[in-house]
């Protein structure tokens, strides 16, 4: 049961896969590489192994509630705790720019939501000192909103979960209802379930740090990646926005905790609602 444990959620392909190939040349430890689909993880961890890597393959399915409890079961009883999680699964339906409310709902569920489920189950085990890695994005910074109310909000240093799932939910009804307002959010609103999902995703991982002090919890937009997220657009190849990630769980201070990283490395006020960013359209 003794010994490091580290687990990266979707982690089959792009920076979850790049993230897990160099933990295993640097990490002293067991190395999880979790994935919805069991055949393509298993194909993932088989590429890995051919090129003398060892990581572990678990099925995981971070929208699942059962399939996140299943897994932390695992870890419980196999080693008893976990010293670094990245949480990097995350979806972006490119063809739904003002999706459905079935879609919207999606993006919810796995992008937010699925940390809700993750800190019920995966976050008792986490060590003291352990390390979280959330991968975000810059449409989660709150300069992607300009309702006040919501702003508002999410400023408040007394944040509650419950806050923020009614702001997730009044997203969410405004679609389902027909009332969406485009001028709730940048770039007239395009994508805007992706950047209600990131952004609270990314308030929940403060708040969360505020819950769990012995720990890091850092938000980190680790660039425009080259991946399928990008649907062909990214500049940012996943191997080099790994080497941010890596650092963050093996190299930063530990007093870097509660934090929100831009892709060059720096720390970016995350409740600067009126920063000039540059955000584009989605990625």
Known sequence: MAGKVAVITGANKGLGFAVVKALCQKYDGTIYLTARDKNRGLDA????????????????????????????????????????????A??????????????????????????????????????????????????????NLKNNKW????KDPNLRVEEINEFVDEYLESVKNKT????????????????VSK???????????????????????????????????GKVEAEEAAKFILYLILDAQSVLKGKFFWDNWQIIDWLDSKADLGIPSVW
């Open 151 to 154: 702003i508002n909000i999410l």
């Open 90 to 143: 995350a979806i972006l339906e490119w063809d739904e720019v003002y999706p459905t409310y079935k879609a919207a709902k999606r993006s919810i569920d796995i992008n937010y939501r699925s940390l809700l489920a993750i800190e019920e189950y995966l976050y008792p085990l986490l060590r003291e000192e352990a390390r979280v890695v959330n991968v975000s994005s810059p449409c989660a910074h709150l300069s």
């Open 180 to 195: 969406f307002n485009k001028s709730d959010f940048a770039d007239d609103g395009k994508h805007a379930e992706y950047r």
């Open 45 to 88: 961890v088989e590429t890995l192994k051919e090129i003398g890597l060892n990581p572990v393959f678990h099925q995981l399915d971070i929208s699942d509630y059962n399939s996140v409890k299943k897994f932390a079961e695992f870890i419980k009883a196999k080693h008893g705790g976990v010293d670094v999680l990245v949480n990097n």
């Open 199 to 233: 952004i609270a995703f990314t308030a929940l991982s403060m708040l969360q740090q505020r819950k769990y002090p012995k720990i890091s919890i850092n938000a980190v937009y680790p660039g425009h990646l080259k991946t399928d997220m990008a649907n062909g657009g």
